[in-house]
């Protein structure tokens, strides 16, 4: 099988390029149960960090979850776009620096997201996936705590996408055009 090539600064730990085409395909075999993977995910996380849901007490669980999904979208969409996604990734770190996200939480985070994929690819949670969502759920991860380190230098002084989605709601016509426009990903639409 071809790996598509991803550039250096998204392979921050391996030298060997990222299997797109393999996160693109599991991400796409749980897109019809978006919402119930978000709910599980963050169920998981949770159960396993509970120390960790009070940074959560300011944003509804199903806002939260369809978050998740939204930029787990954004990011399979873009992995050929760096220029593109890292700067958003930055700024995601950034924010979540801001809200009290710490460098410790991050493989709390990975590691609820991979149990999580475990449990809705079933079979089709291979070594090779498992090594591919690792992989970039390290790169990402690292060009997060990048942003974080510097929040001021990241953050946009116009809305972002979480700004919009809060604002407006995701049930906003134009937010719902803007989200498909930037990931071609319909939140609950099952085909």
């Known amino acids: 099988m071809l790996l598509a090539c991803v550039p250096l600064s998204l392979r921050t730990y391996r030298n060997s390029p990222m299997n797109i085409e393999l996160l693109e395909r599991s991400f796409e075999q749980i897109r019809p149960q978006a919402i119930a993977f978000s709910n599980h995910f963050y169920e998981t996380l949770f159960r396993h960090n509970p120390g960790i849901k009070p940074l959560f007490a300011n944003i509804s669980q199903q806002a939260q979850g369809k ?18 996604l890292e700067p958003a990734l930055k700024s995601l770190g950034a924010r979540h620096f801001e809200v009290g996200t710490l460098e410790e939480h991050y493989p709390l985070v990975g590691q609820a997201l991979f149990e999580t994929f475990a449990a809705y690819l079933g079979s089709d949670w291979t070594p090779a996936t498992m090594d591919a969502w690792q992989e970039a759920y390290e790169a990402i991860a690292t060009i997060m705590l990048e942003g974080a380190q510097n929040p001021q230098a990241h953050l946009e002084p116009e809305l972002t996408f979480y700004d919009w989605v809060d604002l407006y709601g995701e049930g906003s016509p134009k937010v719902k055009d803007a989200i498909f426009s930037l990931t071609n990903f319909q939140y609950g639409k099952t085909s």
């Open 67 to 84: 978050k998740l999904i939204f930029s787990l979208a954004a990011i399979i969409e873009n992995l050929r776009s760096p220029e593109v």
